[in-house]
């Protein structure tokens, strides 16, 4: 293989959709994915509805109200990453729900005719009925509130001019300390952004670039939490125009997910001691397993976790594609032999029920047992409906899917109860995706937004705005054959968030 990739060609157009789809990508699409998420989950869904303030002094911003704005029946505010809603409901109650519909604060005035809740310019904020009775207010006269905001955080506040506080519900949690990511490429923020890879811009797989962040990244930044960074970056390539570069730890970093990485086994692909046997070994990705991720970060914090961070766990894929490739190896031998490749593909679909069973033994002991108290636990996707599947046999396309169901239900059968763990399911959700595309904004399941003859082993890894696919793929739901792009990454953390909020996990468990 030649590495002319590295000869990228601009395709202005695929540039300009990108870029100025920042917020659809990222947080508009966070939002709208949580909402997306509750139509697909739930039959009682919340009411998403835009507000509109009754006065002509509302302000814009759809989480907040203006002094001498109003608040009318059926109408609400959002906070900005979409995770938290207050709605003056029907039965004249003032509520503050998540986005999963759950409440967390309300005025209580069921039954007493409120409809229109205002901010007066004496700065109390006060809920009248239809005859203009006080059912409800704030008693701040005289305190000078300025405006009324609903927080990232769910805290409903009063500020002054100045934004100081003058009143709140108090409903704010207690944010994260950190995220402490394990898994593999689909969490990777950067492991492989080192030598000529960094250089061109790329080092995730997904579109790189300013908008091109992960799941693990998205939801990051919709809970307020620090930017994740990798833990470890490192390149053992024997590609001469992509240098090696030395393995780095990097203090205060929990991005541990690595591209290539399997649940237990040190060699996955991408890995330098799959060459030559496999082309893509050049590269030499460390694919650092997820029981090393682990047992790393334990090393790291003195041997447990505080409790205070929210963890991610999603792998999987790639005990996948190596089960697959042996397969493949078993046919390509024996001429196809229906007997061995019947075989091959028992022992690969019970190759990843053992390490579906040994991700949840990691959870279990070495996440939960060391007193982690948030863990999400992703299932792994469908990737029998990746772009790449889609290009193969039907009995391939049937295998992968059976590997996957095999490992999901290994996973999640084996993980103990614990009201530690979140089970959210990528598999389902990315199935109904696939099946209701234009439900979800997506406008492509099946075609890369990443222009792979100009990316080195047709991966996402060097992708970027300059080698994108012609025309709009701003919702494309993949970068590549199997890794998701930008909009698919943050309809996952939607979804997440979702997940997260009906368990009353948008903030860290108090200590």
């Known amino acids: 293989m030649t590495h002319s990739a590295f000869s990228f060609v601009t395709h202005k157009r695929s540039q300009r959709a990108l870029r100025t789809s920042t917020r659809v990508l990222t947080l508009s699409a966070l939002t709208a994915a949580l909402a997306l998420g509750v139509q697909a989950a739930s039959a009682a869904t919340p009411d998403f509805s835009s507000v509109s303030a009754a006065t002509a002094t509302a302000p814009t911003n759809t989480n907040s109200l203006l002094a001498g704005a109003s608040l009318t029946t059926g109408k609400r505010l959002q906070s900005t990453n979409g995770l938290y809603r207050l709605t003056l409901q029907g039965d004249g109650n003032l509520v503050i729900y998540t986005a999963a519909g759950k409440p967390i604060w309300a005025t209580n005035t069921v039954g007493r005719g409120g409809v229109r809740l205002v901010l007066q310019k004496d700065s109390n904020l006060v809920l009248y009925t239809s005859k203009g009775k006080a059912v409800w207010a704030s008693n701040t006269v005289g305190k000078g509130a300025a405006y009324l905001l609903l927080k990232d955080d769910g805290n409903l506040v009063l500020n002054n001019a100045t934004g100081a506080k003058v009143w709140a519900t108090n409903t704010a949690g207690v944010p994260y300390a950190s995220m402490v990511s394990f898994g593999d490429s689909l969490s990777d923020v950067g492991t492989y952004r080192v030598s000529t890879i960094a250089a061109v ?3 995730k797989y997904n579109v790189n670039g300013p908008v091109g962040r992960n799941w693990t990244e998205v939801l990051s930044a919709a809970l307020q939490l620090k930017t994740p960074c990798a833990a470890q970056t490192g390149l053992n390539s024997v590609i001469p125009s992509i240098p090696p570069a030395a393995v780095t730890n990097h203090a205060g970093c929990y991005g541990y997910a690595q591209g290539g990485a399997r649940v237990t086994n040190p060699v996955g692909p991408g890995n330098i001691n799959t060459y030559p046997q496999d082309a893509n070994g050049a590269l030499g990705q460390m694919t650092d397993p997820v029981i090393n991720q682990i ?3 334990l090393n790291t914090v003195g041997g447990r976790f505080s409790g205070k961070e929210l963890v991610t766990v999603l792998a999987g894929g790639n005990d996948a594609f190596m089960n697959l490739a042996i397969v493949a190896g078993t046919a390509a031998a ?5 007997g061995a490749v019947g075989a091959a593909s028992q022992n690969a679909v019970a190759a990843m029920a053992q390490a579906g069973a040994e991700l949840a033994a990691d959870v279990n ?3 939960v047992g060391k007193g982690a108290k948030r863990v999400v636990v992703m299932t792994l996707p469908d990737l029998s409906q990746t772009p790449y599947a889609l ?3 039907a009995s391939t396309q049937g295998l992968i899917n059976a590997m996957v169901t095999a490992f999901n239900s290994a996973l999640t ?12 399911d990528a598999y389902a959700q990315g199935r109904l995706q696939f099946a209701n595309p234009a439900q979800y904004g997506i406008t492509s399941v099946t075609t890369p937004a ?7 082993f047709a991966s996402s890894l060097v992708c970027s705005t300059a080698t994108l696919a012609t025309g709009d793929v701003s919702r494309y739901a993949f970068a590549d054959g199997v890794h998701p792009a930008p909009y698919g990454y943050a309809l996952l953390a939607g979804y997440t968030a979702y997940k997260m909020a009906a368990q009353s996990w948008l903030t860290a468990p108090r200590q």
Do not use: E, M
């Open 391 to 393: 290009t193969k046999p």
């Open 450 to 456: 990443c222009d792979l003859t100009k990316t080195i």
């Open 295 to 297: 047992n790393r970060h």
């Open 413 to 424: 059968s084996n993980l103990q109860a614990s009201s530690a763990v979140l089970v959210v």
């Open 365 to 367: 002991t070495l996440i």
């Open 334 to 338: 024996t001429n196809n032999d229906p």
């Open 201 to 203: 811009g790329g080092g």
